[in-house]
């Protein structure tokens, strides 16, 4: 699943792809029913917040996009591509989809889970997308907006510090928490836009037990991950590569960061800690996804299992 560094990066591509200008929608499969009451009429904007998307269109139409597991964009230049697939929706900017493509050139940006951040079109050359598998696409009315905004908690993304994108809200949540501070982490009413990877890597860096009850939890380190969120995030959102270690602590800690060096603990169970040598664990399904953690560097107040 996209995290919330992903999420903002699509907001700001199909804002310089498709804002300002009236788009083309369908749902050429029937997947989705809507297209009705937002083609053809000017998108005015496209916000993010946590892992949700929404094109605003004005007179009280957001298309609401939340990806979930499977969900995925694809964007290209050129005309757009022949049905296939399972499609929910496609957006086309009508000038340039009526252009001829340069022949044999149709580049299409990748897939999310299969880009490596180095077959990047640019934003500005977009001339369609399509939306495949996301767990929600539909029509929200600005309430329904305004209601989704005060269920999530502070976006580290979020473009008002001051005011929803403000920690306390989320510090004041996990205080009151019997709850283990990894399963909250992961909760979008505590930090939206917060996923696996990040859970796994701020935890690390902190070297908090994952297991603490978010009550126990020093405030100190709460504010601490929070402080490092915005700017993993953004690292994230730069080159599709989302890297949390630090070059000291790399085996490797001059040149471009290698693949198997990017982090400290996501995706390295079985494997050697980089800081005190311990094997990396692995526990299946915790809050939904699996979590890793060093058992020694992380072994805080609270026993590991
Ligand atoms: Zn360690």
Redesign the pocket.
């Known amino acids: 699943m996209p995290e919330g560094n992903e999420i903002h990066r699509w907001a700001e591509r199909h804002a310089t792809a498709f804002a300002g200008k009236p788009v083309r929608i369908d749902g050429p499969q029937g997947r989705f029913t809507d297209s009705d009451m937002l083609d053809r009429r000017k998108l005015l904007r496209v916000m993010a917040v946590g892992k949700h998307l929404g094109y605003d269109f004005g007179r009280d139409r957001i298309l609401h996009v939340h990806l979930g597991l499977q969900g995925d964009f694809k964007e290209g230049s050129g005309p757009l591509p022949a049905v296939r697939g399972a499609l929910r929706l496609r957006m086309w900017n009508a000038t340039k989809v009526k252009l001829p493509a340069v022949p044999g050139v149709s580049p299409r940006h990748r897939w999310y889970s299969e880009d490596d951040g180095k077959a990047t079109l640019a934003p500005d050359k977009v001339a369609w997308m399509e939306l495949r598998g996301p767990m929600d696409c539909s029509v929200y009315t600005n309430a329904q907006w305004q209601k989704l905004l005060e269920r999530l908690g502070p976006d580290p993304l979020g473009d008002d510090p001051k005011g929803h994108d403000a920690p306390e809200r989320a510090f004041a949540k996990i205080a009151k928490s019997k709850k283990p501070i990894a399963a909250l982490l992961m909760e979008q009413d505590v930090f939206a836009g917060v996923g696996n990877i990040y859970r796994a890597e701020l935890l690390f860096r902190a070297r908090q037990n994952p297991f603490t009850p978010g009550r126990e939890v020093a405030p100190a380190v709460l504010r601490q991950m929070w402080k490092e969120m915005r700017p993993l995030m953004q690292a994230g959102m730069l080159d599709r590569r989302i890297v949390t270690t630090l070059a000291k602590d790399r085996p490797h800690p001059r040149g471009p960061v290698l693949s198997e060096e990017t982090h400290y603990v996501y995706r390295r169970h079985g494997k050697p800690?980089w800081?005190?040598g311990?094997t990396i664990k692995k526990m299946e399904n915790f809050a939904g996804r699996n979590l890793y953690w060093?058992p020694?560097?992380q072994s805080g107040t609270t026993e590991s299992v």
């Open positions: 800690c800081i005190c311990t060093c020694l560097c």
